[in-house]
């Protein structure tokens, strides 16, 4: 009798040993949280996305400690952005595919605009001009020459959606019907806010935007916009004196009656021009991480577009914008 049940433990401990492989879910960590949200969509409960930059944290100023880059190692794919978003990424990157780890850097699928495209600013020929466009050339030197804020493109975020999917059946293939469909669905939403946008903004009163930094060049370009930022890449930048000055002047030129503002920084410059330019504040969220609170609350992509959305509507649609 314990004969027969130490065999039959025996075949229970070895079924499970062999179906543990199959069990364990592949660990794909992101460095920003646009990435987590899209990855988790698509990978659903079959895979275990971890993310780098810490939920309150801002993305462009952010470094890992030695300790979190070493937990990059145990991780089956790495999915960045690129382009200057993480200024830690490249080194890392080198060191991971020493380490046999796959890493995807998802820009190289996604539609790029440059800097200066389509960005509307007046420059005068003075000194101050000359110091304004040498601090935007520093930034655009540590960034690249493209804006790395991609998802704010609602065309970019499924052409990476793809990217993902593709990338998770590769290293899953007998899950590749599972991410396919998760990837359908996330495609049909995606597409479904690029048309509340749409119907929204085809009803504004102006295609002006100010904004306290230079985060949102892709959604303007998206839906004929034109983006006035307070600062340039970076938002923790200060524009000179006589920048502020001229931003003034583009508020009166353009009838702006509002500045948006971000949930992870705000630069003091972007409250003194309101307060000056006599402007109301509203939020825009770049979404480039959550805020303690948005997390607590469970926002995602696509809830904080949502809202942002409202805000756009609120300044240029509505009748007291």
Known sequence: MK??????LIIFLLIIFVSLPALARPVIYVSVFPLFDLVELIGGEKVEVRQLVPHGADAHGYEPSPRRLADLEGADIFFYIGLGMEPW?????????????KTVKVSEVARLRKFDEDH??????????SHDQGHDHEEHHKHGSYDPHIWLDFDNMIRIGELVR???AELSPEKSDYF???FSEYVEKVEELDEKY????DQRHSDYILTSHAAFGYL?????????SVSGISPHAEPSPHALARLIREVEEHGINYIFLETLASPRTAHV????????????????GLTLEEREKGEDYFSLMEQNLESLKKALVDENG
């Not at 420059?123 to 101050?128: A, G, I, K, L, T």
């Not at 749409?198 to 903004?201: H, I, K, M």
């Not at 303007?220 to 006035?228: D, R």
């Not at 021009?273 to 979404?287: G, H, K, Q, S, Y």
């Open 89 to 101: 990424a490249e080194k890392a990157v080198s060191n991971l595919d020493e380490a046999g780890v």
């Open 180 to 182: 396919a469909q998760n």
């Open 198 to 201: 749409q119907q929204v903004l």
């Open 120 to 129: 509307d600013h007046e420059h005068d020929n003075d000194h101050d001009q």
């Open 273 to 288: 021009l309101a307060e000056e330019a006599n402007l109301e504040i509203l939020t825009l969220n770049p979404v480039e």
């Open 166 to 168: 593709d990338k998770l």
């Open 220 to 228: 303007a370009a998206s839906f004929g916009l034109k983006e006035i």
């Open 3 to 8: 004969k027969g049940r130490l065999s039959l």
